[in-house]
């Protein structure tokens, strides 16, 4: 079975170590200015004459509090009017792009992610929405996967039953922990009750899709009471489950200063955590995808994994790999093609830019030769957890021990520890090397050498 996981504390250690999250390669610490608008044009262009079907991710920034672990691009305020200026340049940016595509270009996939796109109201949502659907091709027969990120404190039922008449079919629950004095540390009060009534509405409204995300490793926590929290989870029966590593950087991300470091668990209870949440959730059924994600086996991502058809991009793992990725609003990355292109961090920047009618896009990368030979090398370890040497050969035209000859000790000596199996014709990411494959697709980086791996979480 794909899901099979067997834990081996040893390799673990050994091979725990920090790297990307491989969300795409080149990773974002690629990405540079040279990189613009022009490049944006040419990729949009491209898409629009292979009428390749779309992917839209649209980035709600705003949150009424702050979560302490939080490393995301927010802006913290309690005044909903700062919404009203963002969604007008929201707009502009959306008509901007969508102007050089192709009408019958289909958006398969719609994410609304943040900050917290509930912060909106339900005016808000439905003056985007309907703006999405004048410029794009949007479905209208529920057939697409159009998901929005929710937090619980900030929806309910009617809220609820709005995103399902929008379109929207599936949600992804923001819970992290369940245990009181943990959420006091992390500034996130929200009990079982208010995230229950969410999964409520959403199953009586027949959204297709529930996803909950869990993080190990915050202030406070014990292997003891985090069981609890995913032993509560289970019977909320979700159709897929993040369970995140939190990695503390309050260098990095100024929120994460406000936890008291004395208060989170240590590295062995991580372990614990995980190991015995890895336990909680295969028992109860779901099927370990990879990179702390969890799904049902007939959730389609299980299928896909199962078919080996599963992708992965900025969203994460994905059945609409295939598709270019549009995103949208400050921060928002792009997926066009060869292009990778992001808008500026800025809420000031992004705004302004686009108030000259420009867009705001403020670095990115144009992937060459090898970096598209490596990208489907390690879509294929992370996805798939196997690697055909003869697929990638046809594909690219090489010898596949030839052209990665210099990393073939890397390999053999990973091969020795039990983490892959090396064969002449193919690698697998053997059970014990599952929840270390992005180790595996780090020997394939080109760049990460070039960077301090403290940009990036640990492994496990």
Known sequence: MLDAIRWDTDLIRRYDLAGPRYTSYPTAVQFNSQVGTFDLFHALRDSRKAQRPLSLYVHVPFCANI???????????????????????????IQLIACHLDPAQKVEQLHFGGGTPTFL?????????????????????????????????????????????????RVSIGLQDLDPAVQRAVNRLQSLEETRAVIDAARTLQFRSINIDLIYGLPRQTPE????????????????????????????????????????????????????????????????????????????????????TLQRNFQGYTTHGHCDLIGLGVSAISQ???????????????????????LATSRGLLCNADDRLRRAVIQQLICNFSLE???????????????????????????KDGLIELGRDRITILPAGRLLARS??????????????????RVI
């Not at 093609?337 to 009618?357: F, I, K, M, P, R």
């Not at 030839?402 to 091969?415: N, R, T």
């Not at 020997?443 to 791996?453: I, N, T, W």
């Open 67 to 93: 979560c302490y672990y939080c490393a995301c691009n927010k802006v913290i305020t309690k005044d909903r009017g700062r919404a009203q200026p963002y969604l007008q340049r929201l707009e502009q940016e």
């Open 121 to 169: 109201s339900h005016d808000e949502l439905r003056q985007l929405m309907a703006h999405l659907r004048k410029h794009f091709n949007l479905l209208d027969d529920d057939s697409g996967d159009y998901g929005i990120e929710i937090d619980p404190r900030e929806a309910d039922w009617s809220t609820m039953g709005l995103l399902r008449e929008l379109g929207f079919n």
């Open 225 to 308: 009471n985090f069981a609890r929290t995913v032993e509560e989870v289970i019977r909320l029966q979700p159709d897929r489950l993040s369970v995140f590593n939190y990695a503390h950087l309050p260098e990095r991300f100024m929120p994460q200063r406000r936890i008291n470091s004395n208060e989170l668990p240590t590295p062995a209870q991580k372990l614990e955590m995980l190991q015995r949440t890895i336990e909680q959730l295969i028992g109860a059924g779901y099927r370990y995808i990879g990179m702390d994600h969890f799904a049902l086996p007939d959730d389609e991502l299980a299928i896909a994994q199962e078919e080996s």
């Open 336 to 358: 066009i093609g060869d292009l990778y292109c992001q808008n500026s961090s800025d809420l000031t920047e992004y705004q302004n830019v686009l108030a000259t009618s420009q």
């Open 389 to 415: 040497f003869a697929d990638i050969e046809q594909a690219f035209n090489i010898d596949f021990q030839g052209y990665f000859g210099e990393l073939w000790p890397q390999l053999q000596d990973m091969a």
């Open 440 to 457: 595996v697709c780090m020997v394939f980086d080109a760049y990460l050498e070039q960077h301090s791996r403290q940009r990036f979480s």
